[in-house]
């Protein structure tokens, strides 16, 4: 075996509720605009079509219950509260019985970005990786078991910025739905155990500032919480 540079990065890792082995955290896919009324605010509409993603680094990934610095180079950062999904099986180009199969567990998690930077490059018509893919824009709480998670539809999901609920939809306002997301998705990657799918967040975006405290539910999993620090 070849002697390496610097150390390895090891994968991080997530917690699934009632299991002694935690999740390694590979690709982590994000869906935009899945969610009519967050389009409308943003003032795009919906591709009815087809989903699209972007990607975040598993660099990116932060525990739930952390404080992190408020980012470097944005003035604009905010929250996005999402389901997101772990995949448990390899896939590829799927249907949706095989999708389904293949999502292993739910999470409640955060997509926080870099709102100012994310409308600039989407104004110029470039990615959106500054506003998006950053350190510690990736938070997720502990993971539960898909089997015991039930059906997505009915569920509310719901932010707080201290004592102000700011977003609150259900799941079944998703316009492309997690097995929908999976399927699709296979046809352009071999999903593997370890990626996770961000499904997207509803309407009621907006800032936060250092000191401000967030908490995101989804029924029927662990909530998930950051705590926002002053910058580096």
Partial sequence: MEALLFPKLELPTVEVLGES????INRIFCVGRNYAEHAKEMGVEVDREAPFYFLKSALSFVASGSTIPYPPGTSDYHYEM????AIGAPVFKADK???AKAIYAYGAGLDMTRRDLQLHARGKGRPWDLGKDFEQS???APLTLASRFGAVGPQRIALWVGDTVKQDARLADLVWL???LVSHLSHYYH???????????????GPVNPGDKIRGTIDGLTEVTLTIGKPE
């Fill in 82 to 85: 999402e389901l997101v999904m």
């Fill in 138 to 140: 990736a938070i997720l």
């Fill in 21 to 24: 082995k935690a999740y390694p």
């Fill in 178 to 180: 997690p097995v929908e």
């Fill in 97 to 99: 019985f095989a999708a």
């Fill in 191 to 205: 999903l593997q155990p370890g990626d996770l799918i961000y499904t997207g967040t509803p309407a009621g975006v």
